[in-house]
């Protein structure tokens, strides 16, 4: 009766701490530390050294929480390792990961090992056994942390190929450093019990990790099972940690049995078991989703009690001692990571910008290290809490340190974009409204509050004045309503028009935006319904009030959720819609989307087309998505599907580069082009488009017959012979397809002579068939020139990729209305 009491005494205490670790969490955090760095101090001080809530004993018999949020661990671990997310950083992970590894595990367990002798509890053991505990921390030293990147990647809005090569590294090391702790743990556990390295010492080693991986396929077949079945999300879970539970206490009965009975302990790491079955759900079974669900729902709860248990283990005694140890550690570690990190990139052919700060993002640790931890303070109890002690010191510097060293580096890549910072953001987007009114207004304020800037136009100069100051909208007034007054407003470079005067203004802002300046997005407010196949005919959206009121209340009778969604009225979710340009994402199926939880694609648009939206619809680039769900994850997965602008055009310049002009230093090149303020290239560009010759192609062709007509045009521009230009142009499309996307070509050719260069441009709405993965080509921009423009030639592929990166390219070219605003759209480029 007296142990139900004390046990009844403890659990009470336990779950009245963890309340109040969660909000110390919080608080922390909005000082910017790090969330579990509360739970850890809560644990501390009402663990047995302050408060006494938690008493001496209570972890180990509370083992039950360690073990279930352990296997809640190592399933998150192995469930972020999605391979067809890593693919395209491939070179660059391995690399940097086995320089992580490799000099990290050495550099730790040698730096470990020389200061074991003023450890406590270690400092008497024989050199062969501290050379076997310094193997287990140098393991636990290689560790990372996933969920601390990936929160510093979401708070700075990163994105880049720095961003995605740390990521990817991160959750790669996670699976790598849980594989190494087992074979550690499994050499530390033999040569403390005192036994040889021999062939049977490698026969059961071997015979461990292949029950291992049974097990684990065994497992995933179970988490498969749980996950197909329609039980609420709860009961999933609850399931979902039974059977991790399940995996220690089988590894706990195998273990006690091998060595009561076969005279050798048998250790099946339940951790590497737990990981490989989350890391085979997640890759092999369509149950990725529902398993992340299931992880994302419980990790909160998982996470307070785990390190809120784990600081009320601590030693403060054996910490007091040893913090200069734990310093010395982290010092280690940090100089091991620079070696590694930039060793790695630099092998892997990254600039040396790159590799210089690569160790910055590799430094923070948290739930993997600290498992570990826990893991040897179980195995080993006669030394293990303060083994355990000593590296939760290190991983709590490094949890510290970390991600400000991370966000310093994402400042250094150029990668980071903080909320307010606007620079360079290529997400922000510009709208004209003609018409002063409150509707207009409303307009603008509320496209404003989405992150648009917005211009108003109105003739009634008056009504500004009665208006007065307002800080947050731009009015301009205009006194006639010409090209020339839109110029002045920037319609040429806005995303959106909307026109909201009378019919007769409206049509001729709907024809001009349309025809002249190529405008994709134009939205006109409706008068006289009459008038509706008329505007139609523009291009234009057209709304007409009544109509489209009618409409919504029908809208809101059959389908209210779907309504209020769109009126904005879901508190807390939203709809937007944005085309996906980021070249990776380029064939992915939707079902290999690592997207945030809540979020849905609703529909994908294409070329003018709706599609029919599966998870097994590939996206391709400039499809135009419409997703709904909340705004943080709205946001957080426009950083997936966006892309760094100059990593883009980099990435579209050396696709481009013919060989003869291509080199090793081709991405540092371009890198300089798209940073220097070079007037005179400009200047030059803008001429040659302004001198260019533009074909209007009106029927559908193959490749061969465009470069007959190419060259025929040309041949008569630069004296070249018209066979040679075609053979060139033919030779070029031979050593690598020019169709960069679907829509896009850019044929370029060397010709023999000097100081010469000249720009085609082209449009064929009906398409041109360059190759059966592009075969309706609508844009193509064709460059020839001598070799010694070849720093030229890269200049005008740059300036030209960024207007075909640019949203809206292929809806402005193809409702440009005549060669001047073909060549409008071009110059748009520098």
């Known amino acids: 009766m007296t142990q139900i009491i004390?046990?009844?005494?403890?659990?009470?205490?336990?779950?009245?701490?963890?309340?109040?670790?969660?909000?110390?969490?919080?608080?922390?955090?909005?000082?910017?530390?790090?969330?579990?760095?509360?739970?850890?101090?809560?644990?501390?001080?009402?663990?047995p050294h302050v408060l006494g809530l938690i008493?001496?004993?209570?972890?180990?018999?509370?083992?039950?929480?360690?073990?279930?949020?352990?296997?809640?661990?190592?399933?998150?671990?192995?469930?972020?390792?999605?391979?067809?997310?890593?693919?395209?950083?491939?070179?660059?992970?391995?690399?940097?990961?086995?320089?992580?590894?490799?000099?990290?595990?050495?550099?730790?367990?040698t730096a470990f090992f020389l200061l074991s002798p003023f450890i406590p509890m270690i400092?008497?053991?024989?050199?062969?056994?501290?050379?076997?505990?310094?193997?287990?921390?140098?393991?636990?030293?290689?560790?990372?942390?996933?969920?601390?990147?990936?929160?510093?990647?979401?708070?700075?809005?990163?994105?880049?190929?720095?961003?995605?090569?740390?990521?990817?590294?991160?959750?790669?090391?996670?699976?790598?450093?849980?594989?190494?702790?087992?074979?550690?743990?499994?050499?530390?556990?033999?040569?403390?019990?005192?036994?040889?390295?021999?062939?049977?010492?490698?026969?059961?080693?071997?015979?461990?990790?292949?029950?291992?991986?049974?097990?684990?396929?065994?497992?995933?077949?179970?988490?498969?099972?749980?996950?197909?079945?329609?039980?609420?999300?709860?009961?999933?879970?609850?399931?979902?940690?039974?059977?991790?539970?399940?995996?220690?206490?089988?590894?706990?009965?195998?273990?006690?049995?091998?060595?009561?009975?076969?005279?050798?302990?048998?250790?099946?790491?339940?951790l590497l078991i737990c990981m490989l079955a989350g890391f085979l759900t997640v890759n092999t079974s369509r149950y990725r989703t529902e398993l992340m669900k299931v992880l994302h729902d419980v990790a909160p709860f998982i996470y307070v009690a785990f390190f809120t248990l784990t600081g009320a283990a601590l030693e403060l005694d054996v910490l007091a001692l040893t913090w200069p140890l734990a310093l010395a550690l982290f010092a280690v570690r940090i100089v091991a990571i620079y070696i590694g990190?930039?060793?790695?990139?630099?092998?892997?052919?990254?600039?040396?910008?790159?590799?210089?700060?690569?160790?910055?993002?590799?430094?923070?640790?948290?739930?993997?290290?600290?498992?570990?931890?826990?893991?040897?303070?179980?195995?080993?109890?006669?030394?293990?809490?303060?083994?355990?002690?000593?590296?939760?010191?290190?991983?709590?510097?490094?949890?510290?340190?970390?991600?400000?060293?991370?966000?310093?580096?994402?400042h250094l890549a150029g990668e980071a974009r903080p909320k307010g910072a606007g620079q360079g953001d290529d997400s922000i987007h510009d709208a004209v409204i003609f018409g002063l009114e409150s509707d207009s207004l409303a307009l603008a304020r509320l496209l404003q509050t989405n992150g648009w800037q917005v211009r108003i136009a109105t003739r009634q100069a008056q009504a500004i004045e009665r208006l007065g100051d307002d800080a947050e909208l731009e009015i301009c007034a205009i006194p006639n309503l010409n090209l020339a007054a839109m110029k002045r407003l920037g319609v040429d470079q806005a995303d959106a028009v909307v026109a909201m005067l009378d019919d007769e203004d409206n049509y001729?802002?709907?024809?001009?935006?349309?025809?002249?300046f190529g405008i994709g997005n134009v939205i006109v407010r409706l008068n006289q319904r009459a008038l509706l196949r008329r505007f139609h005919e523009t291009g234009a959206l057209v709304v007409e009030p009544s109509t489209a009121i009618i409409n919504l209340l029908d809208q809101f009778v059959r389908s209210p959720s779907t309504a209020s969604l769109l009126l904005g009225m879901e508190k807390g979710r939203d709809i937007i819609e944005f085309e996906l340009r980021n070249a990776d994402l380029d064939g992915t199926p939707i079902r290999d989307l690592n997207l945030p939880l809540d979020l849905h694609i609703i529909s994908v648009r294409r070329q003018d087309q709706l599609v029919v939206c599966g998870g097994f619809t590939r996206l391709r680039i400039g499809d135009w998505l419409s997703v709904v769900g909340s705004r943080p994850s709205l946001e957080q997965m426009m950083l997936q599907f966006g892309e760094d602008r100059e990593y883009a055009l980099v990435h579209?310049?050396?696709?481009?580069?013919?060989?003869?002009?291509?080199?090793?230093?081709?991405?540092?090149?371009?890198?300089?082009?798209?940073?220097?303020?070079?007037?005179?290239?400009?200047?030059?560009?803008?001429?040659?488009?302004a001198d260019s010759t533009v074909l209007d192609l009106p029927a559908p062709l193959s490749a061969n017959d465009f470069f007959h007509i190419a060259a025929r045009t040309l041949s008569e521009k630069i004296s070249i012979p018209e066979q040679t230009l075609y053979d060139s142009l033919v030779a070029r499309e031979r050593e690598s397809s020019t169709a960069l996307r679907p829509d896009l070509a850019i044929p370029h050719i060397i010709i023999d002579g000097q100081r010469a260069f000249t720009i085609l441009l082209a449009r064929c709405k009906a398409g041109i068939h360059f190759s059966e993965l592009a075969p309706r080509v609508q844009a193509v921009f064709v460059l020839v020139g001598t070799l010694d423009e070849r720093d030229y030639h890269l200049y005008a592929l740059s300036a030209i990729a960024k207007i075909v990166q640019g949203a809206h390219f292929t809806e402005r070219w193809l409702g440009a209305k005549n060669e001047a605003a073909l060549r409008r759209i071009a110059r748009a480029a520098d």
């Open 341 to 410: 990190a930039s060793g790695g990139s630099t092998l892997a052919g990254e600039p040396p910008r790159r590799s210089r700060i690569a160790w910055m993002g590799y430094v923070t640790q948290a739930g993997v290290g600290l498992g570990l931890a826990k893991e040897v303070a179980v195995e080993f109890p006669a030394w293990g809490s303060t083994f355990a002690t000593v590296m939760i010191s290190v991983i709590v510097l490094n949890q510290i340190a970390g991600p400000p060293l991370f966000k310093w580096a994402l």
């Open 123 to 270: 400092r008497d053991m024989p050199i062969v056994h501290r050379s076997a505990v310094a193997l287990l921390a140098g393991a636990i030293l290689v560790a990372r942390s996933p969920s601390s990147a990936i929160a510093v990647v979401n708070e700075l809005r990163a994105k880049g190929p720095f961003t995605r090569t740390v990521l990817g590294v991160t959750v790669f090391m996670d699976a790598v450093v849980i594989t190494i702790f087992s074979i550690c743990a499994a050499l530390a556990g033999t040569v403390l019990a005192g036994e040889h390295f021999d062939l049977r010492f490698v026969l059961i080693l071997l015979a461990e990790l292949l029950s291992a991986l049974v097990l684990a396929w065994l497992l995933a077949g179970a988490l498969q099972f749980i996950l197909a079945r329609r039980l609420i999300r709860r009961m999933k879970t609850i399931l979902v940690l039974a059977a991790g539970y399940a995996v220690f206490l089988l590894s706990t009965v195998v273990r006690h049995y091998t060595h009561h009975r076969l005279g050798v302990e048998i250790l099946l790491e339940p």
């Open 652 to 689: 579209l310049v050396e696709r481009a580069t013919s060989r003869r002009i291509a080199s090793r230093t081709l991405e540092n090149e371009v890198h300089e082009i798209i940073h220097e303020d070079h007037d005179g290239r400009a200047e030059r560009f803008r001429q040659l488009i």
């Open 6 to 47: 004390a046990l009844l005494s403890l659990v009470a205490g336990f779950l009245i701490t963890l309340p109040a670790a969660r909000q110390i969490g919080i608080f922390l955090s909005r000082l910017k530390m790090p969330l579990i760095s509360g739970f850890l101090l809560t644990g501390i001080v009402a663990g």
């Open 508 to 516: 001729l802002i709907c024809q001009w935006a349309r025809n002249h």
């Open 55 to 109: 008493p001496v004993g209570a972890p180990e018999r509370l083992r039950i929480v360690d073990e279930i949020a352990l296997a809640f661990i190592a399933f998150a671990a192995g469930g972020e390792l999605f391979l067809r997310q890593l693919r395209n950083r491939l070179r660059s992970i391995q690399y940097t990961t086995a320089g992580l590894v490799v000099v990290t595990f050495s550099l730790g367990s």
